[in-house]
């Protein structure tokens, strides 16, 4: 889909990127990384041509940028930044349907895609009428993200989109986005400094240094064999732990699990299911276990839902900090799915800890 070949960029007589050949395959999402200065930005950035190559050449879809008008190129390119660059003065509905508006889209065909990139980044219709002042940091991304997608672009480019916001939506914003590449599958280029973002969104990382390319292939690869000291050093001393946030929780799903109405609780002797989800007023709020309970320990405890992207490493610490034994894993299209233990999943990094030390 985007191939470099020897590609470079010089300011005078420094480079900022120094032959760069490689390809970012179609409907994947391919992270770069690497330390402030590597040349990150600028690579995101010469495949739309805000900035241009001083040697060699970059090819979409097999035909140069160079061979492409300059304007058409870039409206025919999803753009999403870290401040995000809605336009103060405009309302969610014009910031949105920009492109669409540049592209010669009709009223009807428009709006009806602005309603569409509402659903899909789950913020509800009155929030067209707000101005980007009125949303929250996160809520602000989700738009921006909504921007770039309007005009049904191929390829999205975003550089560090996610950095400016605080940790707890930072996360939320990662796992939406996983959520819509599963439908869209956009071929995405994302720009990070975040070894964990990088290995969590990435189906392949570019690692980058002094402009020049170090090792470009899938996390695992990258994780069980990185190619050299700055690489090791980039991902850190725990990367034992990392190698846990390529794990799916949606992997080890236990599904012995039952729905049933809180005055059910006192037969649930004679049911098979070892976990209960409670149901109060058409709601699941709460769960109980069933060797617990049993046992006179007849305690209520309060969900911890995760959506079925959500990995090990993410999941075992959420639970530690809830001091809860399990989280219950709904999907947004098939509801409930099953839960994960916290000791089967200390088991699982236990047995990865004793692989790793053979």
């Given at each position: 889909m985007i191939e470099f070949k020897n590609v470079s960029k010089r300011y005078k007589e420094s480079f900022v990127v120094k032959n760069l050949s490689f390809e970012f395959n179609i409907g994947e999402i391919s992270i770069i990384i690497g330390p402030s200065g590597c040349g990150k930005t600028t690579t995101l950035k010469m495949i739309n041509k805000l900035i241009e190559p001083t040697q060699g050449e970059i090819f979409i879809n097999k035909k140069s940028i160079f061979d492409f008008d300059e304007i058409s190129l870039r409206r025919s390119i999803g753009y999403v930044i870290q401040e995000v660059g809605l336009f103060p003065h405009y309302t969610i509905f014009q910031n949105i349907s920009l492109i669409p508006n540049l592209l010669g889209w009709n009223?009807?065909?428009?709006?009806?895609?602005?309603?569409?990139?509402?659903?899909?980044?789950?913020?509800?219709?009155?929030?067209?009428?707000?101005?980007?002042?009125?949303?929250?940091?996160g809520e602000k991304q989700r738009v921006g993200v909504a921007r770039a997608l309007a005009g049904d672009p191929d390829i999205l480019l975003m550089d560090e989109p996610f950095g400016a916001i605080d940790p707890i939506n930072r996360k939320a914003l990662q796992d939406f986005f996983i959520e819509i590449q599963k439908t869209l599958k956009k071929t995405v280029v994302f720009v990070t400094h975040d070894i964990i973002e990088a290995i969590?969104?990435?189906?392949?990382i570019l690692v980058m240094k002094e402009g020049s390319m170090v090792q470009f292939d899938k996390p695992e690869n990258i994780l069980k064999n990185p190619k050299n000291s700055?690489?090791?050093?980039?991902?850190?001393?725990?990367?034992?732990?990392?190698?846990?946030?390529?794990?799916?929780?949606?992997?080890?799903?236990?599904?012995?699990?039952?729905?049933?109405?809180?005055?059910?609780?006192?037969?649930?002797?004679?049911?098979?299911?070892?976990?209960?989800?409670?149901?109060?007023q058409d709601k699941v709020i709460n769960y109980v276990l069933k060797d617990e309970f049993l046992k006179g320990r007849k305690c209520i405890r309060n969900i911890i839902l995760i959506n079925e992207n959500e990995n090990l490493l993410e999941t075992i610490i959420l639970l530690l900090n809830k001091g809860e034994k399990i989280a219950i894993v709904k999907c947004m299209e098939r509801g409930f799915m099953g839960y994960v233990r916290l000791d089967d999943m200390i088991k699982i990094f236990e047995k990865e800890d004793e692989l790793s030390n053979k």
């Open positions: 009223k009807k065909k428009i709006e009806k895609r602005v309603y569409e990139m509402m659903e899909l980044i789950n913020l509800p219709l009155d929030y067209l009428n707000k101005y980007p002042k009125e949303l929250s940091g969590k969104l990435g189906d392949k700055f690489v090791e050093e980039l991902l850190g001393g725990n990367r034992k732990l990392l190698v846990m946030s390529l794990k799916k929780v949606s992997n080890f799903l236990k599904k012995d699990f039952k729905i049933i109405e809180k005055s059910e609780l006192e037969k649930i002797e004679n049911f098979n299911e070892s976990v209960f989800l409670i149901k109060d």
